[in-house]
């Protein structure tokens, strides 16, 4: 019965999403402002409505009702309930339900929380909402629908994969997914924006919000799945490069451009279309990740099932959608008048530059991603394009984008003067060539490339500590530094916290890929090995029933220079249903670095195969990633970001005039920029050379993030 | 008991055949410790034909253990790096490794990021050029002067 | 943006929707790694033949002058069993000499493996350590190497010969070189 609901459920959700898709359109079209109101009612029914569908998809999981075929395929009554819960997502047809699940949520929050666009604006947002939903609707009704029964109902389902049965996997795939389809309403922002034909400084600051919730939980969801491969996997690998890797990958690129950009659009009204078709293009992004997973095309561990019925609805979705939007786009981009006028040294370039390397580096990483389909197309001849190609591409765009995150903060917008900003930052070069210099010696192999990547995370982490300096005078004036600290804007602090979280994953990275110990020995119990300075011994192997496995488990007592650090415990695994064989790592963080012991094979008279690792520094990765994120958040904290007009006092030489603007009104047309050749000299920011004696922050640098 | 136990999950784990997700612990590593580092670098570069998403080195794969048992038993005879590439691409392809050959065919692919980057910087200076206002004509530039020196007397 | 810039988006994605068109035949199978083989000569190779007494089998037995089919096969591989059927087809009503090589096998359980399914091989031979098998380029059983009365190979089948692979693949491959 309540599958049924569900079912039924989805087909109503259908129609008020096709509603929902057209009808804004023809009310803006006839100027009727009560209709065009309806689409926000339009966004609340179909989260309803899909709401209902997916609880009940979640609630035969939960009871495991296996005459819902899907529940039979991927679930198993001796899972444990997180567990079933995340099966609902852990397949095709319910990964599907998520994705439709998220879609209708953002809608819905646009509808509630975007009071502040203009009433026919976001009409025309939610109408493209409904049509993406809809598409993905009918996808999921015509071919993937989880609410198909089964009948006679088997006794047992044929449970999950038990890679996926572990907590840090059960919540990657939301994440993603929140991620992705945050993507969406930047989307619609932006097909909304062509088809009104205009872009605004406005509606800049209306996308980025949603754009940048959409990149923290991308963020978080690529670590989240990183970090698991790491300690799930069990050699202490956590990125492979791996098509559906990089799918997820590309996408958060585009959104770290996009914010980027819009900044570039919201204070100096320009960049226009590029800004409009990263928008589109991050989204395409993720939607060629759905693709690809599901078609069939590529290999890889993150594919669902083969099905070419499926894979062609697919294709010819994304055509529609991706391929409608860039034709609106080349038909539409002549009437984004580009406007705002600046100098090859601001932080209007820096931006630019920021994102001509990470455009730059989505395309390589596609053209990698799609290179040996295209060839075996072309030529038949397969050939394999793995981590050596992406991590050679990396190094080349990167490093140049790390030396240029360095000054970016610290150039004017319009006209910067970058010997100052290099005046301020010579301490931070000094120091990473310090770094670069130890690290050459140390490693006495002289892998330059450890060098320049220890250098590069060193002089981002210090540029931005110079930055932060330079806006309240920390090193000059300790006292009174969380009083000028709070006076800073929350956007500036969360720019420069996820700033300084990539300064730390790039030295994680370097460190750990360059100096990680090893070591693969036959032990026996009592048996010692020093690991990067640390003793592990093998104190006993033991057999292990857990609920739906059995297990070898090896005890390790980890000590250094006779001082107890601690003791792992590794797994072998063998489940039964479905047969396979998994290790879990004995993971122990440690500031300097992590501990890493993995049990094999027995390898007869009482020695097992062990691998032991010393990897120095991995935590940073983590720990740079939820910068990154926490940042973002931060960031979005900023009052600034959400409501529709700035707050606060006007400065001298700031953003161009930004009018309140009333409900219903039409963005207004931006002002263009004429002469430019000899424009006043930006006003510099006060130096805070002397002490400050009010208690407010006097002139707050104006800021970009 | 304990060894009986011990014995009998060995068992039950060597029964099954499925994939594995498993490390990859090995047997025998070569006596020569520069001919196992060369060995292990070797393994990281081939791509495991089972599971595609590892090279050898981290598979647990039974054809895996096979390659890597192949690729020290080469190291060992002498052979170099590009001997034992060569080796296994004259049997899988160039698939089988996972840094893509330098050739004919995979000259866009390593250009690349040089390709892209010269087109986007291409694109934006003439786009920028396109947007740049006009510059300022004789006249223009005088009427200019004047008013800025008005400007500064007040 | 220039008038022709923007269309650059449109047309990249166009060009790589028709790659994803071309490689969706359903026949297509992503992990399937093609043969480097196809076209050139047989590797070398001698191995034991698994009925005791037997001479060992060397790539000469290929070159009989007539096409002849390589069947790698493992007692432990169930797909193994579920085109047994077609490779008896092969041998005894299609007339075709099949040459078996058990891969990574004990010689007692392919013996009982064969004596339980009946055996269409001309020859068995063992592939105790699987070096021959990757000497042909496997990467698991079964897979079927279609060699021509020259001792060259022509044509390699992946995965087990069931359904219709055995009309639409092997069969008409088999009709080119006869």
């Known amino acids: ?705 | 008991m304990r060894a009986a136990s011990i014995a009998l999950v060995f068992l039950v784990t060597m029964t099954f055949s499925g994939v594995a997700f498993a490390v990859a612990v090995d047997e025998k590593p070569l006596v020569d410790p520069a001919q196992e580092a060369v060995a292990r670098a070797l393994m990281k570069e081939i791509r495991c034909l089972v599971c595609q998403n590892q090279s050898i080195e981290d598979s647990n794969a039974d054809l895996a253990k096979d390659l890597r048992r192949l690729v020290r038993e080469r190291v060992s005879a002498g052979d170099t790096p590009a001997e034992v590439r060569a080796f296994l691409v004259a049997r899988y392809g160039d698939w089988v490794l996972l840094e893509p050959p330098l050739n004919q065919m995979t000259l866009f692919l390593w250009g690349s990021p040089f390709l892209i980057l010269l087109l986007v910087l291409v694109g934006v200076t003439t786009a920028r050029k396109k947007s740049a206002p006009e510059p300022l004509s004789r006249m223009e530039k005088a009427k200019l002067k004047k008013l800025l020196k008005a400007g500064e007397q007040t | 943006m220039t008038s022709f810039m923007r269309f650059i988006p449109l047309l990249i994605v166009a060009s790589i929707f028709i790659v994803f068109l071309l490689m969706m035949g359903g026949e297509r199978n992503p992990k399937e790694i093609k043969s480097v083989l196809i076209g050139k000569p047989a590797p070398a190779f001698s191995l034991p033949a698994l009925m005791e007494g037997a001479a060992p089998v060397t790539e000469a037995n290929l070159k009989t002058g007539k096409p002849i089919l390589v069947n790698f096969f493992a007692s432990w591989c169930a797909p193994c069993r579920a085109e047994h059927e077609n490779l008896m087809f092969l041998a005894h009503e299609k007339g075709i000499s099949i040459i078996g090589i058990a891969y990574k096998d004990t010689p007692a359980k392919s013996q009982a493996f064969l004596a339980e399914l009946g055996t269409p091989f001309a020859s068995v031979a063992q592939d105790l350590e699987g070096r021959v098998g990757i000497d042909w380029g496997i990467t698991g059983v079964p897979e079927t190497f279609l060699v021509d009365g020259d001792g060259i190979i022509r044509y390699r089948h992946w995965g087990p010969i069931v359904g219709d692979s055995l009309e639409k693949r092997l069969l008409p491959q088999l009709e080119e070189i006869q």
């Open chain 1, 1 to 705: 019965m309540i599958p049924e609901i569900g079912h039924f459920a989805l087909m109503v959700a259908l129609v008020v999403s096709l509603l929902g898709a057209i009808v804004p359109h023809m009310a803006i079209a006839r100027g009727d402002t009560r209709l065009m109101a309806l689409a926000g009612q339009f966004a609340y029914g179909q989260f309803l409505l899909v709401t209902i569908a997916f609880g009940a998809l979640t609630y035969a999981y939960v009871t495991s009702d296996f005459s819902v075929s899907n529940v039979a395929a991927n679930s198993h009554t001796a899972k444990p309930l997180l567990y079933k819960l995340s099966g609902v997502w852990g397949n095709h047809e319910g990964s599907l339900m998520l994705w439709i699940l998220i879609l209708s949520l953002f809608s819905a929050c646009v509808a509630y929380g975007g009071k502040n666009l203009p009433l026919r604006f976001r009409s025309r947002v939610l109408a493209v909402q409904s049509a993406l939903l809809v598409g993905f609707l009918l996808f999921v009704l015509l071919t993937s629908n989880p609410f198909m029964r089964l009948d006679p109902a088997p006794l047992e389902g044929n449970g999950l994969n038990p890679l996926l049965q572990d907590p840090g996997l059960a919540f990657h795939p939301p994440m993603l997914y929140i991620g992705y389809v945050g993507l969406s309403v930047a989307f619609s922002f932006a097909v909304a924006a062509l088809i009104e034909g205009e872009v605004t400084p406005l509606w800049a600051r209306w996308v980025r919000p949603w754009t940048l919730a959409a990149w923290v939980f991308l963020t978080a969801g690529i670590a989240l799945g990183s970090w698991w491969a790491y300690y799930e996997l069990g050699w202490g690998g956590w990125w492979f490069w791996d098509p559906v890797e990089n799918a997820s990958f590309m996408p958060w690129l585009a959104a770290t451009a996009l914010l980027h950009s819009s900044i570039v659009v919201e204070k100096r009204d320009a960049l226009k279309s590029w800004t409009i078709l990263l928008a589109i293009v991050a989204f395409s992004f993720s939607l060629l990740g759905t693709f690809l997973v599901r078609s069939g095309v590529l290999t890889s561990v993150h594919a669902f099932a083969v099905d070419p019925e499926r894979g062609i609805f697919i294709l010819a979705f994304l055509a529609i959608i991706i391929g409608g939007s860039l034709a609106l786009f080349a038909w539409r981009a002549p009437k984004l008048a580009p406007s705002g006028v600046f100098s090859l040294v601001s932080r209007e370039s820096a931006l630019v530059l920021n994102n001509i390397l990470l455009a730059t580096f989505a395309a390589v990483v596609l053209v990698g991603t799609l290179y040996p389909l295209v060839l075996e197309a072309v030529n038949g001849t397969q050939i394999t394009v793995g981590p050596p190609f992406f991590e050679f591409a990396a190094t080349v765009l990167m490093s140049p984008l790390i030396v240029a995150l360095g000054f970016g903060p610290l150039l004017a917008w319009k006209r910067g003067n970058i010997s100052r900003a290099a005046q301020i930052l010579l301490p931070a070069v000094i120091v990473s060539l310090v770094f670069f210099w130890i690290s050459i010696w140390h490693d006495a192999a002289g892998l330059i490339m450890t060098g320049v990547g220890i250098a590069l995370g060193w002089w981002l982490i210090f540029a931005v500590v110079l930055e932060i300096n330079k806006k309240t005078n920390f090193f000059g004036y300790p006292r009174g530094f969380w009083r000028r600290a709070k006076g800073l804007p929350r956007a500036t602090w969360g720019m420069s916290l996820a700033h300084a979280g990539l300064g730390i994953i790039l030295l994680a990275i370097t460190v750990s890929e360059a100096w990680t110990e090893e070591a693969l020995r036959l032990m026996k119990v009592g048996d010692s090995e020093l690991v990067g300075g640390y003793s592990f011994t093998l104190e006993e192997v033991t057999p292990v029933a857990g609920p739906n496995y059995t297990a070898v488990r090896a005890h390790f007592l980890v000590e250094h220079d006779g001082h107890f650090i601690t003791r792992l415990a590794p797994e072998d695994r063998v489940y039964s249903d479905p047969p396979m064989n998994t290790t879990e790592a004995g993971i122990y963080p440690l500031i300097r670095g992590d501990l890493y012991a993995v049990i094999g094979e027995y390898a007869g008279s009482n020695a097992w195969s062990v691998r032991l690792y010393f990897k120095p520094l991995i935590s940073g990765l983590w720990l740079g990633a939820s910068f990154m994120a926490l940042g973002g958040l931060i960031s979005l904290s900023d009052r600034r970001q959400r409501i529709g007009a700035p707050a606060g006092k006007k400065r001298p030489d700031s953003v161009p005039n930004i009018p309140k603007v009333p409900k219903s009104a039409k963005p207004t047309k931006s002002t263009k920029l004429t002469k430019s050749a000899k424009s006043t000299k930006p006003k510099k920011s006060t130096k805070l050379t002397k002490p400050v004696k009010s208690t407010k922050l006097k002139k707050p640098e104006k800021t970009g993030a």
